[in-house]
């Protein structure tokens, strides 16, 4: 069983990225519980819907737990949410264990891809499913974002990889056997060849950024002047 941590709308233009906030809160949560990763799912854009730079939420993956465990989780999530709250966001928190996503959830978090939806649906939801949802702060819109992210985690087939075992140490160039060995399950091309040896680039200072697919961790490439080059993907 997993739970999902998600969070949505944490900052504004001048603070740090819900990205951020997500990877302080899994560190948080790994003193006490296993950390599988972090990921972010891109929400809709459109005029109608405000947002910071980017309109994606983050969901921290917490494999092995389950709905007994969701009140701690919830609360020290909270807490640090609160702590950094500033001006300008509007959070919302959402906390689920796996059996309590349907389809409808997941089928909320497609939406949310691709339509504008109301903070009255995401908070019917939650109530139905007995999912632990609050807005802390603001217009609390962050909740319809938060939800979707749960829709969106729960499928291993959304987003890209924030956080994943140590892949974020690695930085710039690196070999194939080192990223596999930091926690990517399978490096490919766009055209789905595996690439099983070699050196993967990536600018310097920063890291690959993998993406769930099939519930394991895909790193895509593409070929540029014969080099390798790590895809950031949405």
């Not at 899994?26 to 972090?38: I, N, W």
């Not at 070699?198 to 697919?213: A, F, H, L, N």
Request: with cysteine; net charge negative.
């Amino acid at each position: 069983m997993t739970v999902y941590v998600a969070m949505d709308d944490t900052d504004n233009l001048e603070s740090r990225g819900t990205g951020r906030l997500a990877r302080a809160v899994a560190a948080a949560l790994a003193e006490t519980y296993t950390v599988y990763g972090v990921t972010r799912h891109q929400l809709f854009f459109n005029e109608a819907i405000p947002y910071t730079s980017h309109n994606s939420c983050a969901v921290v993956h917490l494999p092995g737990e389950g709905k007994a465990n969701i009140p701690e989780i919830f609360e020290t999530t909270k807490e640090i949410m609160l702590g950094d709250f500033v001006e300008g966001s509007d959070p919302g928190l959402a906390v689920a264990a796996a059996e309590q996503i349907s389809p409808a959830l997941v089928a909320f978090g497609k939406d949310a891809k691709c339509t504008v939806l109301t903070q009255e649906k995401a908070r019917t939801l939650s109530r139905n499913l007995g999912i632990r949802l609050e807005g802390l702060g603001g217009t609390e819109d962050g909740v319809i974002g938060s939800m979707a992210g749960i829709g969106l985690a729960s499928t291993g087939n959304d987003g890209r990889f924030l956080q994943i075992g140590r892949v974020r140490e690695i930085t710039g160039p690196a070999e194939v056997d080192t990223l596999l060995g930091a926690g990517i399950d399978m490096i490919c091309t766009l055209d789905g060849r595996p690439v099983d040896g070699g050196t993967i680039w990536c600018k310097e200072g920063k890291s690959v950024k993998p993406c769930p697919i099939g519930g394991r961790a895909v790193l895509y490439v593409e070929e540029k002047d014969g080099q390798l080059w790590g895809v950031k993907r949405d």
